[in-house]
Each structure stands twice: as structure tokens, then as C-alpha cells.
T-cell receptor, first 112, second 115 residues
Framework: KQEVTQIPAALSVPEGENLVLNCSFT??????LQWFRQDPGKGLTSLLLIQSSQREQTSGRLNASLDKSSGRSTLYIAASQPGDSATYLC???????????FGGGTRLMVKP | NAGVTQTPKFQVLKTGQSMTLQCAQDMNHEYMSWYRQDPGMGLRLIHY???????DQGEVPNGYNVSRSTTEDFPLRLLSAAPSQTSVYFC??????????????FGQGTRLTVV
């Protein structure tokens, strides 16, 4: 059974710092990996999707990498802002392509 | 484009009552799914559908029923509510039926309390 772990569970940084969020998964037979953002009391918003054949994806200040063989992904946030404060979740799609398994999330607070 | 719309946003049920959580999407997505989110347990898949008339079980299907009569709608039915079903429920959709090879769109969630 696929298990997805995110470390750290919570992170507090001052504004302007570059930071890295980590995601690991136990079964490397994945179809793709997505990073999501969740604001309190809200739904999830997809930030980046990396296909299993890709190594990284970039969107603005966000860069996600994928090392499928080692079961790891990182989300890099450059020049963090208070508006980045949210919970960040990673999720992997199984090889059949019909199911997402989520990590527990990293709760990020960026202080002004 | 409204995206994925869930109703209601909040609901309180008594043990044993039944209810239906509604989910609708206007993006012509083939794949739709239901998750529950619980503290310490993360998001877990309840049921999913790869197209109208086709549904399948996820990780935690017991106590829930689904049907998919149209592409747009994917309601989740609680047959006899139990306190263990107190949770936040999310509906999600994505374009492809054959794979999840596209980003997933989530609704705003339904916060359900069973007393």
C-alpha cells in the first residue's frame, strides 16, 4: 500500500526566505505527483503536476522536483511571502492512474 | 466556469439519519471522486468514477454510496450516519477518464458533524 510522508509537519519562516518542503513515497510505481495548496476552511488548489517521466516543474516562485527511483519530491518556494501561508500537500497517482494518495501536509507560516 | 461546486457547506446530522452530499462540475471532466479529510489521517479516497454509469470503491467506502448518472454530477450518500463519519468531505474532478494525467480540481468542502 502506498504511503506518502511529508516533513516537516509545520514550518515557520520570516518573509523573504527560500524554503524547501519534502515529500516521500514508498512505492515508486507512480503515474505522476501533484503539489496542492490548502487554505484554512477551503478546498485544495493544484500548484504543480509532475509526470513520472519528468524531473521538475516550475511555476513562478515555485519549483517542484521528482526523483521517482528514490521516492522523493521537493517543493521549493523562493522569496516567501505572508500570502504563501497555507498547508501544502503532495499526492501521488497510482500506476493504474485512477487514485491519488495524499501526504499529511506541511503547514507553512510566513511571518512579515 | 464555476469549477467544482459542493453543497451544502455545513451539515449536522443525528446518528442514523441519511443524507446526500451534492457535487457538480461544469468542466466536462470524466473523472470525479470523493475524499474525506480527518485530523491526523489526511485525505482518504471514498469512491471514484471514471465516467457516467461507472463507479468504484476507494480506500474507505463503507457507509457511503455513489452513483454517476450524468457527467456533471457525482452525489455521495450517507446511508445511516454514524459519529465516525464526522469529517470534511471534498469532491474532486479531473479531465481524463483513463488516467489522472491532468491536474485535479477540488470543491470547497462540506463540513459534516454527526451527533
Amino acid at each position: 500500500k502506498q504511503e506518502v510522508t511529508q516533513i516537516p509537519a509545520a514550518l515557520s519562516v520570516p518573509e523573504g526566505e527560500n524554503l524547501v518542503l519534502n515529500c516521500s513515497f514508498t512505492d515508486s510505481a507512480i503515474y505522476n505527483l501533484q503539489w496542492f495548496r490548502q487554505d484554512p476552511g477551503k478546498g485544495l488548489t493544484s500548484l504543480l503536476l509532475i509526470q513520472s517521466s519528468q524531473r521538475e516543474q516550475t511555476s513562478g516562485r515555485l519549483n517542484a522536483s521528482l526523483d521517482k527511483s528514490s521516492g522523493r519530491s521537493t517543493l521549493y518556494i523562493a522569496a516567501s511571502q505572508p500570502g504563501d501561508s497555507a498547508t501544502y500537500l503532495c499526492a501521488v497517482t497510482n500506476n493504474a492512474g485512477n487514485m491519488l494518495t495524499f501526504g499529511g501536509g506541511t503547514r507553512l507560516m510566513v511571518k512579515p | 466556469n464555476a469549477g467544482v461546486t459542493q453543497t451544502p457547506k455545513f451539515q449536522v446530522l443525528k446518528t442514523g439519519q441519511s443524507m446526500t452530499l451534492q457535487c457538480a462540475q461544469d468542466m466536462n471532466h470524466e473523472y470525479m471522486s470523493w475524499y474525506r479529510q480527518d485530523p491526523g489521517m489526511g485525505l482518504r479516497l471514498i469512491h471514484y468514477s471514471v465516467g457516467a454509469g461507472i463507479t468504484d470503491q476507494g480506500e474507505v467506502p463503507n457507509g457511503y454510496n455513489v452513483s454517476r448518472s450524468t457527467t456533471e454530477d457525482f452525489p455521495l450518500r450517507l446511508l445511516s450516519a454514524a459519529p465516525s463519519q464526522t469529517s470534511v468531505y471534498f469532491c474532486a474532478s479531473s479531465y481524463s477518464a483513463t488516467t489522472l494525467n491532468t491536474e485535479a480540481f477540488f470543491g470547497q468542502g462540506t463540513r459534516l458533524t454527526v451527533v
